[in-house]
Every structure is written in C-alpha cells, then in structure tokens.
C-alpha cells in the first residue's frame, strides 16, 4: 500500500487484517500481508525487493506521484495488480491510469467492505491471469517436445533412404535398373511414410486438442518388425552387420502402428548405430503370456553400469571415446521409453562394455 497519509493507512491495515481470499475451486484461501509505503520512492523500493503481487496505490503523494510508481510497473513488465485510490473520484484520472496499466480504482472515502471487495477483486483476476498464463507456456512446452520427437523420427526414414541411394550409386546390385526395384519401392514406402508424419503435424498442430485421439487399430507386429528391420539393412550392410531375426509370426496388437515403429526404429538404429564393425544385431519378437516382449541384442560398445539410468533422459548422449563421432540428438530412447510406457509397457536394459547391449521391451496385450 503506497500512501501517505497515516490514519488511512493504519484504517487500512486494519481492514485487511486476516482477510483471506478464496475460490471455490482452489483448496487453501489466499491469506494478505500488508506492507506500507508512506510514499512513491518507498513503493518502488519495496517492488524492487519482489513480493508484491497487489498494490494499493494513492496517487497524490508527496515526491513522486502515483502515476510514475505506475509507469514504473509498466515499464518494467511487473505482474502486479494495481488498485488506484483516489481523492476525487475523477472520470480523466481513471481512464489516464487504465491507459497507464492500473487494473481498478477505489475513491475515497472507502467503507471496509468497499476496500475488502475490491481487494478479492484484484486476488481473484491475478490469480487467473497468472493460470492462464502458465496454461499458454505449458501448451507451449507440449509442442516443443512434440515437435522435436517428430523431427527426430524423421530422421530415420532419411537415413535409409540416403542408405538405398547411396547402395544404388554404388551399383551394388548390379547395372539393370530392375535390380533395384526393391530398393526403389522402400525407399518410397520411406517416402510416405514421411509423407504422412508430416501431415500428421499439421494436424496436430493443435495439439492439445488432439490429444488422446490417436486410434488404436489391430495391428501385426510380426509384418512392422520384418519391415523395420528391413529399413535397417541398408546402413547395416554399410557397416557389415549380420542382423538375426527370431521373429514369431501373427503377433497382433491393438495399438498404433506409428508408435510401434517408433519403438522399432529407436532400438534397432542405436543396435547399428553403436555397434562394431562386422558386429551382428539379433532381434527376438515373442508373445509370453500377456506379454509382447521385443529383445534386440547387439554386439556393440555396451555402456557402463553408472550410465544405465541416464540412457533414457531427454537429450542425454553418453559421451566416451568410441562414441566421440557418431552423431544423434540423445532423443531415441527418451521417445521409445515415453511410447512404451503410454502403452503401460517397460523397457529393461542390459550391458557390458565392450562387449554389447540388450534392450528388452515388454508390452502387455491386455
Ligand atoms: N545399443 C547401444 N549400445 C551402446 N550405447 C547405446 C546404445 N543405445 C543407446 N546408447 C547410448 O545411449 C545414448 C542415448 O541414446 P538415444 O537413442 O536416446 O540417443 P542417440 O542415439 O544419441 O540419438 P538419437 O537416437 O536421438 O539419434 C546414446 O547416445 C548412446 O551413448
Ligand atoms: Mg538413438
């Protein structure tokens, strides 16, 4: 409260004295203290050490007059609610101060209810402002991360793509063009593929209003496993990878089959990614129980004990001297265990260095 004159502000305090605040909607009532400030210079002092949410500001002060304390909160962005109080209760100085960001006005003489409403007043319309504020950054913060995880996956789909071309630069296959028709028809299955996660962004660049509409189909896991590991081979062939597939055939499952890619996809391009050369990556699909369970061993760089729980966070790469040049964002994992986990799966991971990794992921079926 910034005013000057003594007995209004000692009426003040009195009045607001354990007054409290509430909404029907929030457990606990706001609870005020109040500071006093027999002028401007001492307001703004005050603002200055934060804290201060509502302000109660008279505007003929000796010194600085309210109006500057109000172009102070204004200039430098502060979100406090400001309540003018003024002598006479003057049409100009209301619309100046609403046009310099005062928030409501009390003209005095005030009765302690006036005061008190007002008050709940400038609580109630804070409070929202800031939700609805922190709402906005939130929605914000959804989007980013979706956005990264799809640029993320659009990755893999240009590897393997730049994988056949670079197969088919090199002529391995031959020099008919029909020697490369499979090359050719996945690389544009990779194509469309892309197409449609990216239209899936313009759609869900509402994405807080799509969110738990994603459709969950029966789908078979054996024919996506076959097909990722497929869309693996041509930067396996690149390194002299054996890939081994133990893949049990008709396991059905009622989700989406983008998340299964995904899952696929992360596990399977670390499994090359962080592999030897002419190293071998074995991937098992099985139904035990109620449970899918997909295991892909390599017989990579392995990771050390200490850094088996950071694998998972978002961006964390595990830096040591073997992986000093592979290049990737530290997302992969993150996304996989995210996708698994919303299908109340889990991942499991086990290691030694030097010698290669297993990851296993359970799903349950029901
Ligand atoms: N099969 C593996 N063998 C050894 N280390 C692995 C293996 N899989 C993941 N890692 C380690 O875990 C880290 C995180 O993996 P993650 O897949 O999240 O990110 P990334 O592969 O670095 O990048 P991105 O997948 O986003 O391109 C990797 O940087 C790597 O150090
Ligand atoms: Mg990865």
Redesign the pocket.
């Known amino acids: 409260m910034v005013e000057n004159d003594a007995i209004i502000r000692a009426g003040i305090c009195l009045v607001l004295q354990n007054f409290t605040v509430g909404f029907s909607f929030i457990k606990e009532d706001f609870e005020l203290e109040v500071i006093e400030a027999p002028h401007g210079e001492a307001g703004i002092r005050q603002i200055k050490k934060g804290g201060v949410n509502l302000l109660l500001l008279d505007n003929k002060l000796p010194g600085i007059k309210g109006m500057e304390v109000l172009d102070y909160i204004n200039k430098n962005r502060l979100n406090i609610s400001v309540t003018m109080i003024t002598s006479d209760a003057c049409l100009e100085l209301a619309i100046e101060a609403t046009n310099r960001g005062a928030d409501g006005f009390i003209s005095k003489p005030f009765t302690p209810q006036e005061l008190r409403s007002s008050v709940e007043n400038s609580v109630k319309q804070l409070y929202l402002k800031r939700m609805t504020r922190q709402m906005t950054s939130q929605c914000k913060s959804i989007r980013y991360k979706f956005l990264s995880v799809l640029s ?1 996956e659009l ?1 893999s789909p240009l590897n393997a793509i730049e994988g056949y071309l670079q197969l088919m630069k090199e002529g391995s296959a031959g020099n008919e063009i029909a020697q490369y028709d499979k090359m050719i028809a996945r690389s544009m299955e990779r194509v469309s593929g892309m197409r449609s996660l990216i239209l899936d962004l313009l759609d869900l660049t509402q994405l807080e209003s799509t969110e738990g509409k994603i459709i969950h189909t029966n789908i078979d896991l054996s024919e996506i496993c076959k097909m990722t590991v497929e869309s693996i081979r041509p930067i396996s062939i690149q390194r002299n990878l054996k890939i081994i597939t133990n893949i049990e055939d008709g396991i059905m499952l009622k989700a989406n089959a983008r998340d299964m890619e995904i899952i696929l996809n ?2 399977l ?3 090359v ?3 030897k050369q002419n190293g071998s990556i074995t991937m098992y699909l099985n139904k035990v129980d109620n449970n899918i369970v997909i295991r ?1 061993m ?1 017989t ?4 050390a004990k200490e ?1 088996l729980n ?3 966070l978002e961006f ?5 001297f073997e ?1 000093r040049e ?11 265990k995210h996708t698994v986990e919303s299908y109340g799966g889990n991942v499991d991971v086990e ?1 030694k260095v030097k010698e ?2 297993t ?1 296993i992921i359970k799903i349950p079926t029901i």
């Open positions: 993320h990755k992360n596990v391009s670390n499994a990614k962080y592999n892909v390599d990579g760089i392995g990771i850094n950071k694998l998972f964390s790469r595990i830096k040591t992986t592979i290049s990737g964002s530290g997302l992969g994992l993150s996304i996989l290691s290669g990794s990851f």
